[in-house]
């Protein structure tokens, strides 16, 4: 069993996605050889800026170790690293009808918000398309925003096993993560960066309870009971803490006498002890400069053999050897 799945290096991790992505790729890497790489190509569809790049995947790939990510089960590698994959994605863009990326959702919504609609914007379900089946995947844990995009894949593989004839290339499932609960932001909306509301996992102590202090909450008095439904400290809360204490919260904010002040100051203590352990090792890992850079090579390594193998047998089914 192949489990694959790239993240987007784009900026600071917040706690959506800790809950959203990270956490459940890292039980994953338990269930199947996992394959898990940086989608630094498809990073540029959306901002071409050199620097950036190369920090926010340094970034991603540190803060994606410190969360459990073991180099020693799961192969952890940067998209680019395997060049082959533009390749196969030109071979997939010869049986993708230009109606099938059209129409999808992820385009439609970048270009409404005044991300530039070139070429690569457009094609980046293909290039999806191809880091999914360059690897044989069987399983691709993906969040609901990315059911469309499997969608195409799986469209795109029977095509070309129809083409160039059945086991050409793996059709996979994609594993949506329908259950994972939507994190909520300081703002009490959905927690993502375009809101600009959001915890992020790593960061100085101080700053990150002060933002945990801004939530925003309603007028009830210290006295009186507190509302729990909507409850933005509460749903955060709730991700953080043991039953026993979250229970203990709930009663808090029902019985009242406890002043938001203080149910905010027991949130963020909360959030700074479950994060203790990934910010441990990430302190570890800081330590010795090359140590990601080793992961990443070892990784690519791992991944481009795999793809090469593939590669082959895909350009003899479709008469380029
Ligand atoms: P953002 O909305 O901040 O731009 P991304 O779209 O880069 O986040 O999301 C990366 C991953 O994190 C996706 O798999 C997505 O499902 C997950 N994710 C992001 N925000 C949340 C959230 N608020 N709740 C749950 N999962 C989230
Ligand atoms: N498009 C995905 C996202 O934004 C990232 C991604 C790129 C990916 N290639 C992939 C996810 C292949 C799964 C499989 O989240």
Not at 3 to 13: A, C, D, E, M, W
Not at 92 to 116: E, F, N, R
Not at 191 to 210: D, Q
Not at 290 to 314: C, M, N, P, S, T
Request: hydrophobic share 40%.
């Amino acid at each position: 069993m192949r489990i694959l799945t790239g993240l987007q290096p784009s900026g600071k991790l917040h706690v959506g996605n800790y809950f959203g992505a990270m956490e459940p790729a890292v039980r994953l890497q338990d269930e199947g050889e996992a394959f898990y790489f940086i989608a630094d190509y498809h990073a540029m569809t959306s901002s071409q800026n050199p620097a950036a790049l190369r920090e926010n995947v340094r970034e991603l790939a540190i803060d994606f170790l410190a969360c459990g990510l073991d180099p020693a089960r799961a192969v952890f590698f940067r998209q680019s690293a395997v060049p082959e994959v533009n390749e196969l994605a030109w071979l997939l863009s010869t049986v993708c009808p230009m109606g099938l990326l059209a129409k999808c959702h992820s385009y439609k919504d970048k270009t409404a918000q005044g991300i530039a609609a070139n070429h690569a914007l457009f094609a980046y379900p293909v290039l999806m398309a191809a880091d999914i089946l360059l690897y044989d995947s069987n399983q691709v844990p993906v969040g609901k925003d990315q059911k469309q995009h499997l969608e195409v894949t799986r469209d795109l593989a029977g095509k070309f096993n129809e083409t160039y004839g059945d086991g050409t290339v793996v059709i996979p499932d994609p594993i949506i993560r329908e259950d994972t609960a939507l994190v909520i932001g300081l703002d009490g909306q959905k927690m993502s960066k375009s809101y600009h509301n959001t915890l992020p996992i790593f960061g100085e102590e101080k700053p990150m309870r002060k933002l945990i202090m801004k939530i925003t909450t309603d007028s009830t008095p210290v006295e009186a009971p507190k509302p729990t439904a909507n409850s933005t400290i509460l749903a955060l809360h709730k991700l953080f803490a043991s039953a026993s204490d979250h229970a203990a919260m709930v009663a808090d904010h029902e019985l009242g006498g406890v002043g938001y002040g203080d149910l905010k100051k027991r949130l963020a203590d909360q959030y700074w002890e479950f994060f203790a352990p990934m910010r441990a090792l990430r302190e570890e890992i800081l330590t010795d400069p090359g140590y990601v850079d080793q992961v990443l090579a070892a990784g690519a390594l791992r991944a481009r053999d795999e793809a090469g193998k593939v590669l082959a047998r895909i350009r003899r089914a479709v008469g380029l050897c």
